[in-house]
């Protein structure tokens, strides 16, 4: 199949490698807008996380669809970059590609296995999709078997117990390296969904003060409000509350640093003989690594952060088999759905033609009988219903059971079928089945499979 998988992550890729090709979530749609635009590209799907950067596609050409995806990568956000990007990128085709995709939804591929956050990013990337009406039948169905294979995982296995995410495993790094958090002051910066499961941990934690910072002040206030504990301040505040701050946590979409070593330095003046850790979870990264030679400063980011952390516990390891066989079964299940679809214009051109016939027999019928009560011709409809059924049904089951042999086979079976009914299909009807946009639903009720 004509699919394919381009990205880096954190297998391939460091920290600042992966923050120079990271997505803003605001410009995800605008961009597979414009993914939509190369020739060689049917339809497209963006995942843009702290750890990953992946393109799902499927081309009309793979040699050249690839060399297009690469292009866009350097077009659209990634020019003037001073080193080769490829030495870090991975292409998988068909299948693997696939596969791949189950295995993050799953947890796999997740730097903390069964990362609690990444079925929700899957999700977030398949609505961006739809919205930007860069899927079709096929990418649609990936998504929608991976958002499966992830909510199976979840619940039938125990890789999604004891919620693990970035944020927790943040706070598991910081009582590393200061101890318990009791009585201890925090910074969280940033109030998305990092900082928000970071700040109800560390209340948990018995924190003494929690200050949350944010480029939005309401959206920081409305996190202390929620919590109950705390306050809010303003980035401008932002050395102000280093000065007090025992240990602080980032993660905000900042393009920049937000914690520059003046600002850091300038803190530490303030508060001589007390040390400060922090931990920066964001990609882009917010901490200037030159704060790290501070005197005084501790500094991990979201790399050191897994390279010095194991959270993957026994129980989350043992479930590793059975998630994995949960992914072979997506994509088989998958596997048959796509070999399946060469089938569609076969049966419905079928169904329509013996519809036809049917329902013109019927009324030939009812015309030479016009004393026919309302009740007769019901039961001459339904009878004429049940017959047309009955015939057909074994041909089409024997249509789908070919399904899932070879395509040069099933081809071959399908133009039988084609000339002994009289169908008239061509290539044209089978491309349909092939490529249709699918455009955002109404509500995002279908969606829901978390």
């Known amino acids: 199949m004509p699919l394919v998988c381009l990205g880096l992550s954190h297998h391939t890729a460091p920290a600042e490698v992966r923050e120079r090709h990271a997505f803003p979530a605001a410009r995800v749609a605008e961009a597979l807008i414009a993914l939509r635009d190369y020739e060689a590209v049917r339809e497209a799907a963006l995942i843009s996380t702290c750890n990953r950067l992946e393109i799902y596609a499927e081309l009309e050409d793979e040699g050249l669809g690839v060399l297009q995806l690469k292009e866009f990568l350097g077009n659209f956000r990634h020019s003037g970059i001073a080193y080769d990007i490829d030495p870090y990128l991975y292409v998988l085709h068909g299948s693997a590609a696939i596969e791949h995709l189950f295995r993050v939804s799953t947890g796999l591929d997740s730097m903390l296995i069964g990362d609690a956050e990444v079925l929700g990013q899957v999700k977030d990337a398949y609505r961006q999709a739809r919205r930007a009406r860069s899927l079709g039948k096929t990418l649609h169905r990936v998504f929608h078997e991976a958002l499966s294979a992830g909510k199976a995982a979840r619940s039938q296995t125990a890789i999604g117990t004891e919620s693990v995410s970035v944020a927790t495993a943040a706070i598991a790094m910081a009582k590393q390296h200061v101890g318990s958090l009791q009585g201890k002051n925090v910074l969280v910066i940033g109030a998305g969904k990092m900082g928000q499961t970071a700040a109800k941990r560390l209340k948990l934690e018995g924190a003494a003060e929690l200050i949350v910072a944010n480029r939005t002040h309401e959206r920081a206030r409305s996190l202390v409000r929620s919590l109950g504990v705390g306050q809010a301040i303003e980035l401008d505040s932002l050395v102000d509350a280093l000065k007090l701050a025992d240990v602080v946590i980032t993660s905000t979409g900042a393009s920049h640093f937000v914690i520059t070593p003046g600002k850091v330095a300038e803190a530490m003046i303030a508060r001589p003989g007390r040390p ?5 979870v964001a990609v882009p990264r917010d901490v200037d690594p030159a704060v790290a030679r501070i ?4 500094l991990v980011d979201i790399d050191k952060m897994g390279e010095s952390i194991d959270l993957t516990i026994e129980h989350r390891r043992a479930a590793i ?8 079964e997506h994509l088989t299940g998958f596997d048959d759905w796509y070999r399946s679809r060469a ?6 051109s079928l169904s329509r033609k013996a519809e036809a016939i049917r329902s013109a027999e019927v009324e030939r019928l009812v015309a030479r009988c016009p004393g026919l009560s309302d009740r007769d ?11 047309v059924s ?5 041909v089409i089951v024997k249509i789908r059971d070919h399904a899932a042999g070879p395509e040069a086979e099933l081809r071959a079976k399908a133009q039988m079928v084609d000339e002994l009914f009289e169908l008239h299909l061509d290539e044209s009807d089978i491309a349909k089945q092939y490529w249709l946009p699918v455009a955002e639903p109404a509500t995002t009720a279908d969606l829901d499979l978390t």
Do not use: N, Y
Not at 321 to 328: D, F, T
Not at 377 to 387: E, F, H, Q, V, Y
Not at 390 to 394: G, K, M, N, T
């Open 276 to 280: 400060i850790f922090l931990i920066d």
């Open 295 to 298: 005197p005084g400063v501790g």
């Open 321 to 328: 088999p059975r998630v994995e066989a949960i992914v072979q």
């Open 343 to 348: 089938t569609i214009p076969v049966i419905s």
């Open 377 to 387: 011709r019901a039961l001459i409809a339904g009878m004429s219903l049940t017959i």
């Open 390 to 394: 009955r015939l057909l049904h074994s």
